[in-house]
């Protein structure tokens, strides 16, 4: 039988002619991924193996984004940690306060992950990266230390989700209202243990931002990775972003996939997930009674991206926020902070009423700025609103992306573009 | 390998924001994150488990976030044992790479209440309520991960198999 496109690229990282669903594989590994919260973890484990150095200096990415700038002693104390490791071991990739981003946004940037990697993170999005045709998946702290000190880690073999997508989005939606009704569909636990593959003509239509969203998210339906086909789109991002030599991999005809889901872009609408869980969604057309916000936040490794403040700013422009609604704008890297910059869109924020932060995850995981008080709603282009996930137990967490987010700063109320 | 405990019982999607929320997460000290485990989800657990209590919950336990945190919370807390109807997989992989046995058994799970007296074998995968009289099996782990956790988590692990002094 033949193998997925997951399936030929855990293959070949564990020389292996062929794997099948359920095989344990160890696996060689091009890139190792942690942050300030998973790596001072990895570093205590990576003390008590039987090594000194990291496997390959080039191959350790290390990125303090979750608390930092530092938001306390503590979170200092953590970053101080990674920043003598990485300064210890030689890591080239590890990225000060300055030049630093959320790190799925980063990585891609700086053209440390192409397609045909194989990719282990200490973060649960790590799945990002399926974005470009890698493998890629999110794992804990041990697991980290131990591919930095062996650049291995273990799998079990996925079986996959086809997800055949056809069609165009229509104005306003984007990849972020496709992944929220795929999980909307498929529910939270919908892709346990299981690639998400995205095939079909449609995938031409997305754009390399519309595939990280999507790929992005793939843990929230409680997908090991979420992968697209590597086609004209990937290879530009590929070039223009790294030098690195890439491999494509393509599913086999015969393929085997426990569910093939057909999709036409052009029947998605933009979509909203409520509070608690991802898998929560209505379309905004969907609701009737006004929901009033306290607080709206654009950014994050699933929606920080340049196109998604082009979105926000070509709504924004020349309008001013809803009266009481705090607007958070928070690019996701230095790059993307610095383009908004040069195109405008950062004036044209904050003479709408927004405030603009460094990149941070910050309130994404109700970390530091943006925190909710017990009773407040966010409109968030982030990836979860489980309880507590941005403050107070009671706060509310709405997911979104960044054309709705921008039309409810305005209105005061979850809204989409069409209502403005 | 044995565990007897009382059972702590929780529903579907029990997340790790939950389990730790990210607001202790500056520290990485066991010992303080335990202190706060299930706080989102259940006030009084910290205050009422018992060294060797076993967490019973549905279907995608620890869901969303990476953190390592999480089970090493509810280990430290002195839980024995998470029996659920099915494990978030890096939930699933981080327990067995620090040593928190868990088990899935729908059919434990579907029959345990809160409060049950629970015993478990490790070894064959047998679940006996005390309390009901009655015994469910839960899937036993493949060899590869069974050497692992024989070994004592992934670190002795690959101390002994890949970076051999
Ligand atoms: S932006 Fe949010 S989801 Fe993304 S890495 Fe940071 S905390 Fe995690």
């Known amino acids: ?420 | 390998m044995k565990a007897k405990g009382k059972v702590f019982r929780y529903g579907d999607n029990v997340d790790t924001d939950v389990i730790i929320p990210a607001r202790y997460l500056n520290t990485s000290d066991p010992m303080e994150l335990a202190k706060y485990c299930m706080c989102d989800i259940d006030q009084d657990f910290v205050k009422q488990v018992q060294e060797g209590d076993i967490i019973v919950a549905d279907a995608n336990f620890g869901c969303g976030s990476s953190r390592e945190h999480a089970p090493l919370a509810i280990k430290t807390a002195g839980v024995s044992c998470v029996i659920a109807a099915s494990f978030a997989r890096i939930f699933y992989r981080n327990s067995i790479n620090i040593g928190l046995p868990i088990l899935e058994s729908p059919e434990a799970v579907a029959n345990i209440e809160a409060g049950d007296e629970v015993e478990v074998d490790f070894d064959t995968g047998a679940i006996t309520n005390v309390t009901k009289g009655q015994s469910y099996q839960g899937q036993a782990f493949p060899p590869f991960m069974q050497e692992i956790i024989s070994a004592g988590g992934l670190v002795p692990y690959i101390n002994e198999n890949l970076l051999e002094k």
Request: hydrophobic letters at 45%; a negative charge; glycine letters at 10%.
């Open chain 1, 1 to 420: 039988m033949g193998m997925t496109m997951t399936q030929k690229i855990l293959a070949a990282h564990a020389g292996c002619d062929s794997v099948k669903a359920g095989d344990l594989i160890m696996a060689d590994l091009d890139m190792v991924l942690g942050n300030d919260i998973t790596a001072p973890v990895a570093i205590d484990v990576f003390k008590k193996l039987n090594t000194e150095s990291v496997f390959d200096k080039d191959k350790v990415a290390l990125v303090p984004d979750h608390f930092a700038p530092n938001k306390d002693i503590k979170a200092a104390e953590q970053c101080k940690k990674m920043r003598l490791f990485a300064h210890d071991k030689d890591v080239t990739n590890y990225f000060e306060v300055g030049e630093m981003g959320v790190e799925h946004a980063l990585l891609p940037e700086k053209g440390l992950v192409v397609a045909g990697d194989a990719v282990i993170g200490a973060d649960s999005h790590t799945c990002t990266y399926g974005a470009l045709g890698a493998f890629s998946t999110g794992v804990g702290s041990t697991d980290m230390a131990v591919a930095m000190a062996t650049g291995k880690a273990w799998f079990k073999v996925p079986s996959a989700l086809k997800f055949n997508l056809s069609g165009a989005f229509r104005k306003g939606v984007s990849g972020k209202d496709l992944i929220l009704h795929i999980i909307g569909m498929i529910g939270v636990d919908g892709a346990l243990y299981k690639s998400m593959e995205f095939t079909g003509e449609g995938i031409a239509n997305l754009t390399i931002d519309d595939r990280f969203t999507i790929a992005n998210m793939a843990i929230e339906a409680g997908g090991k990775n979420g992968i697209f086909p590597v086609d004209a789109v990937t290879e530009e991002y590929l070039k223009a972003h790294s030098d690195r030599p890439y491999k494509v991999y393509t599913a086999d005809a015969d393929a085997d996939y426990d569910e093939v889901y057909e999709i036409n872009l052009a029947d998605i609408k933009p979509t909203v997930a409520f509070p608690h869980l991802p898998e929560n969604t209505k379309t905004v057309d969907e609701i009737t009674e006004p929901i009033t916000i306290d607080q709206v936040v654009i950014g994050s490794c699933t929606n920080g991206r340049f196109s998604d403040f082009k979105k926000a700013a070509d709504i924004m422009r020349g309008k001013k926020v809803a009266k009481g609604v705090r607007v958070l704008i928070i690019p996701a890297t230095q790059k993307i902070y610095l383009d908004c910059m040069e195109a405008g869109y950062l004036r044209e924020f904050v003479e709408a009423g927004a405030t603009v932060s460094a990149p941070t995850c910050g309130p994404c995981l109700g970390g530091h700025m943006g925190i909710l008080a017990a009773g407040e709603r966010c409109v968030s282009t982030t990836n979860r609103n489980f309880v507590g996930r941005m403050g107070h137990v009671d706060s509310e967490v709405y997911l979104a992306s960044p054309e709705v987010a921008a039309a409810s700063a305005l209105l005061g109320r979850i809204a989409s573009v069409d209502e403005l």
